[in-house]
């Protein structure tokens, strides 16, 4: 059995500023190959990718399954770390444009497989479909942005009644723990959401990105007590030593973080506070940092807990509402893909899926020349 592992994350999400999408970060620039998936829904993006996975998983190399926030049962892209290689999907909202075409970007259009005549009979259905899909989406984003109105309203209050030189204090304390090295010239930053707002609820999968650490950082603490402000810092830090950094952004609000992952040093720092609280499932060590030691509580109650638990109420709701509009978003979209699926000629499909597969599999041999005439250069120098 393939001890390889899987980690799943959001490359783009519903938030309160629309749809968000940190694309450009799901694989670096120097990409062996990236292939570019066209198509309309239902025409077999996901399916076409998942079984690339599959494959590859079989082989034993380690993916990254980029999930859909419309669908967390959805892909939005793989990438085989090993092989620098990537499938992505390529589509609205998503719309991923070739930077290096023929030489490293190349498009696969679905759409070549589907019959054009039996769609055009579902021409107003279709049409119908999509703008109703658009609306719920707009929707989402209206409740959303109420949503953020009520957390901003909450942490205003609570932030009045923190200590922040006690903050910075802890903030220093850390940084003397984790940065215990010799800084590097630079490294790279990666940008990536590790929630959603998805048709089945809030959804993450945090447990799959920080697998692979050794300590992991949980940070508690209610709304604006400076959880996201010291992840920024602690990242601000990691890049100045020249550390690789992995920022995962707040769902709700993209300028904020939930998340930072410092590969070099094997080590990760999350929130887990509400409105998005995780619960690790995690073998390595785990140390909790409790903003609301610092934060005066009695007072805090007595002059703003009302309006505090009236933020809580909102915010919940809002997020309810938009989850409500990503379901019914998604059930559209369903109906759509009855229209697509029976006009495709999924035999030309798996014609296509097998020289694909063919294709990546070839990486994996230039990869083992490449490593293997590394070795010979080093024993030479030796």
Not at 4 to 15: C, D, E, S, W, Y
Not at 169 to 177: A, C, N, S, V
Request: overall charge negative; charged content about 20%; hydrophobic content about 35%.
């Amino acid at each position: 059995m393939s001890s390889a592992h899987i980690k799943k994350m959001f490359p783009g999400a519903v938030t309160s500023q629309g749809f968000y999408s940190y694309y450009q970060y799901m694989i670096e620039q120097s990409a062996n190959h990236i292939f570019v998936i066209k198509g309309g829904p239902g025409v077999g993006k996901s399916s076409f990718m998942k079984k690339i996975g599959q494959a590859m998983l079989e082989q034993g190399y380690d993916l990254e399954y980029h999930c859909c926030s419309s669908d967390n049962g959805s892909i939005d892209g793989i990438v085989i770390p090993q092989l620098n290689v990537a499938l992505l999907d390529g589509t609205a909202p998503h719309v991923v444009d070739p930077k290096n075409p023929g030489a490293v970007d190349e498009i696969i259009n679905l759409g070549d497989y589907w019959n054009e005549e039996m769609l055009k009979q579902s021409r107003e259905e279709i049409k119908n479909c999509n703008l109703k899909v658009s609306s719920y989406f707009q929707r989402a984003y209206f409740a959303l942005k109420e949503a953020k109105i009520a957390l901003d309203e909450w942490k205003y209050y609570i932030s009045s009644y923190q200590n922040w030189n006690q903050i910075n204090q802890l903030t220093l304390k850390i940084e003397r723990e984790i940065f215990k090295i010799t800084p590097k010239n630079g490294g790279n930053q990666r940008h990536l959401f590790a929630w959603a707002h998805t048709p089945q609820g809030k959804t993450e999968f945090i447990d799959t990105l920080v697998k692979g650490t050794e300590t992991l950082y949980t940070l508690i603490g209610q709304p604006g007590t400076g959880k996201s402000t010291f992840l920024a810092r602690i990242a601000e830090r990691a890049i100045t030593f020249g550390l690789d950094v992995e920022y995962y952004h707040n769902t709700l609000n993209p300028e904020q973080l939930d998340l930072i992952i410092l590969p070099d040093l094997r080590i990760a720092l999350v929130i887990n506070a509400e409105p998005y609280a995780y619960s690790p499932n995690y073998s390595g060590t785990i140390i909790t940092l409790d903003f609301e030691q610092s934060l005066n509580s009695d007072q805090f109650m007595k002059e703003c807990g009302e309006e505090i638990a009236d933020c809580r109420i909102r915010v919940n709701q809002h997020i309810a509402r938009a989850l409500g509009h990503s379901k019914k978003a998604k059930a559209t979209h369903d109906l759509l893909e009855t229209y697509y699926v029976p006009a495709m000629n999924f035999l030309g499909i798996e014609v296509k899926y097998k020289s694909v597969l063919e294709r990546i599999l070839a990486y994996q041999d230039e990869t083992a020349i490449a490593v293997h005439k590394g070795s010979s250069k080093l024993q030479d120098l030796t």
